[in-house]
Structure formats: C-alpha cells, structure tokens
C-alpha cells in the first residue's frame, strides 16, 4: 500500500522568512504532484515532477524529486502573505500500466504572517 | 484550454431526493475521476472511468452511481444520500496512458445532504 507523508501539517510563517515542506512516500513511484487548495477552492497544478532529481520553481515556490530516497520537497523563499493556502503533495499510484490513481499526502496548511 | 467545469457549485438536497452532479473537459483527456472532500481532509478518490469504462471503484456506496456517456462528460448521480456525504465534490481528467497522467481538477460541487 502506498503512503504519503507531509510534515508539517500546520505552517505559521513570517512574511519575508524560508522553509520548507516534506513529503515522504512509501514505495517507488517516479511521478509527484504539488498542489495549491485555497479555502473552500478547487486544487491548483503548482509542479510535476517527474524523475528523479527534478526541480521547478515557479515565483517564491521551489519543488525537488529525489526517488531514491522517496522525498519531494517544497521550498518557500520570502514568504508573501498570497502564498497561505494548503499544500498537497500527490504520488502517482499505477493501475496495469495505465492512467493511475493519486495518493495524496494529509496537505499542510501554511499561514504567512506580516 | 485545461478546464474542467462542473456543475452545479453548490447543491443543496433531502435524503429522499436524487439529483446529478455534471461535469465536462474539452482536453481530449480518456481518464476522468470523481473525488470527495470533506473539510481539512485530502481528497479521496470514489471513482476513475478510462475510455468510458468504469475502471476504478473505491467501495463507494451504491447511492453513489457515476456515469460517463461520452469521452468529455462525467456525470455522478446521487439518490438516497445521507448527511456524512456532505462534502465538496471534484471531477478531474487527464490523459489515460503516456505523458504526465497530471489531473487537471474542476471547481467542485459543495454538495449539503438535509
């Protein structure tokens, strides 16, 4: 069974401060999946990566792969107060070969603060 | 255009009533998925249809009876529902085999059983 852990779980953040998100996942898998959930919102595509030693950034936003060990990061440089929302990180489960089946982490609900 | 669209936004329905939830993607996409929300939880998947074909059940109740008449639409038939299946409702599509299988997430129906 695949499982996906973020820690953390809750976020408080100083504007203008970094850190950085982790996501764990159980068994091999070589697709990840960052998105953004605004309160009461759809999920929103931030990255995928999709081998390993990935990395994207996109504005103060930075994601890295690494497959071997099973670990995506999410990394916030100078946080802006915009950037509150909740993270999920989400693995690619494989069904025969096919499309597969999204196995999401708990999200972790980041709060910038001025 | 990556969009996915649902309808309605919010439904609002008794335990005796059957309505539908509809929704629609125009990406050529071949695998479309039902989710259920409930607050501060990940997303849970309840169904996956691939090339129109039921593919994935996730012991979803029997109340629940999704439906896919065509490569684009996706619809999920509700009758009989009970107040625990109040939640927010997301369709989502992707490709269903090659490229980055990402999941390309609608708006979502916030659904309340009275």
């Known amino acids: 069974e695949l499982k996906v852990e973020q820690n953390p779980l809750f976020l408080s953040m100083q504007e203008g401060k970094n850190y950085t998100i982790y996501c764990n996942y159980s068994t091999t898998s070589d697709r990840l999946y960052w998105y953004r959930q605004d309160p009461g919102k759809s999920l929103e595509s931030l990255f995928v990566l999709l081998s390993n030693g990935a990395v994207k950034q996109e504005g103060r936003l930075m994601a890295s792969l690494d497959t071997k060990a099973r670990l995506s990061t999410l990394h916030i440089t100078a946080a802006v107060h915009d950037l509150s929302a909740t993270y999920f990180c989400?693995?690619?489960?494989?069904?025969?070969?096919?499309?597969?089946?999204?196995?999401f982490g708990k999200g972790t609900k980041l709060s910038v603060k001025p | 255009d990556t969009e996915v669209t649902q309808t309605p936004k919010h439904l609002v329905m008794g335990m005796t009533n059957k309505k539908s939830l509809k929704c629609e993607q125009h990406?050529?996409?071949?695998?479309m998925y039902w989710y259920k929300q409930k607050a501060k939880k990940p997303p849970e998947l309840m169904f996956v249809?691939?090339?129109?074909?039921?593919?994935i059940n996730e012991s979803v109740p029997s109340r629940f009876s999704p439906e896919c008449p065509n490569s684009s639409l996706l619809n999920l038939h509700l009758h009989a529902l009970q107040p625990e299946d109040s939640a927010l409702y997301l369709c989502?599509?992707?490709?269903?085999?090659?490229?980055?299988?990402?999941?390309?997430f609608g708006p979502g129906t916030r659904l309340t059983v009275t």
């Open positions: 990406m050529g996409h071949r695998a």
């Open positions: 989400a693995v690619l489960l494989y069904y025969g070969g096919s499309q597969g089946n999204l196995i």
């Open positions: 989502a599509s992707s490709q269903a085999s090659g490229g980055t299988y990402e999941q390309y």
């Open positions: 249809y691939s090339y129109e074909k039921l593919s």
